[in-house]
C-alpha cells in the first residue's frame, strides 16, 4: 500500500534554534517528493519539488533532502523565526505513465516556534 | 491580484441540506481540484477537472458533486448523503493536470454541519 509517514507529528523549538522533520515513504513506482508549509486556516504553499536524481534542494531557510535507497526525505530549517510555525507537509507523486498519476499525502508535522 | 478565492471562510449548515462552495481561479490554469482535510489525515482528493465540461471522480467523491463551466470556476456541492461533511475543503489547481505540476491553493472553507 502507498503509504507517506511524517515525525515527529509535533514540534515545539525556540526562536533561532534548527530542527529537521522527516518523510518516510513507501511508494512506487516514485515520481517525485514535494514540501508544502501550511499556515493554520490556510492553504498549502510549496517549498520544494525534489525527483528521483536530486539528493538536496534548498530554498532560503528550508533545505529539503532526499534518499530514494532509504525512501526517506527530510526538511531542515535554519535559524527558526516565529513565521515558520506552521504545518509541513510531505507529498509523494506515484506516476504510472500517460497521465496516470496519484499524489500521496502525508498527515504532516505541526510546528510550533516560541520566543 | 492574481490567485484562488474560496468562498466563503467559514460555512454552517443544518444537517439534511445541500451547500455549495465557491473557488474562482484567475491564474489561467487548466486543472482545478478539490480536497479534504482532516484532524491528523493527510488530504484527501475529492474530484478533479481537467479541462472545461469534464471532470473525475477522486478517492472520496460520494457525497459530493462538482461543475466545470468556465475555466475559472469549480464550484463544490457537499450533499445531504455525505454522511460526515464537517471538514476543512481546499481547492487547487495547476498549470496543466500533470505529475510534475505544482498545486496551488486557496485558503480554503471550513465547513460545520450540525
Known amino acids: 500500500k502507498n503509504q507517506v509517514e511524517q515525525s515527529p507529528q509535533s514540534l515545539i523549538i525556540l526562536e533561532g534554534k534548527n530542527c529537521t522533520l522527516q518523510c518516510n515513504y513507501t511508494v512506487s513506482p516514485f515520481s517525485n517528493l514535494r514540501w508544502y508549509k501550511q499556515d493554520t486556516g490556510r492553504g498549502p504553499v510549496s517549498l520544494t519539488i525534489m525527483t528521483f536524481s536530486e539528493n538536496t534542494k534548498s530554498n532560503g531557510r528550508y533545505t529539503a533532502t532526499l534518499d530514494a535507497d532509504t525512501k526517506q526525505s527530510s526538511l531542515h530549517i535554519t535559524a527558526s523565526q516565529l513565521s515558520d510555525s506552521a504545518s509541513y507537509i510531505c507529498?509523494?507523486?506515484?506516476?504510472?505513465?500517460?497521465?496516470?498519476?496519484?499524489?500521496?499525502w502525508g498527515a504532516g508535522t505541526k510546528l510550533i516556534i516560541k520566543p | 491580484d492574481g490567485g484562488i478565492t474560496q468562498s466563503p471562510k467559514y460555512l454552517f449548515r443544518k444537517e439534511g441540506q445541500n451547500v455549495t462552495l465557491s473557488c474562482e481561479q484567475n491564474l489561467n490554469h487548466d486543472a482545478m481540484y478539490w480536497y479534504r482535510q482532516d484532524p491528523g489525515q493527510g488530504l484527501r482528493l475529492i474530484y478533479y477537472s481537467q479541462i472545461v465540461n469534464d471532470f473525475q471522480k477522486g478517492d472520496i467523491a460520494e457525497g459530493y458533486s462538482v461543475s466545470r463551466e468556465k475555466k475559472e470556476s469549480f464550484p463544490l456541492t457537499v450533499t445531504s448523503a455525505q454522511k460526515n461533511p464537517t471538514a476543512f475543503y481546499l481547492c487547487a489547481t495547476s498549470w496543466k493536470s500533470s505529475y510534475n505540476s505544482p498545486l496551488h491553493f486557496g485558503n480554503g472553507t471550513r465547513l460545520t454541519v450540525t
Open positions: 507529498v509523494v507523486t506515484v506516476y504510472e505513465g500517460d497521465s496516470n498519476y496519484q499524489l500521496i
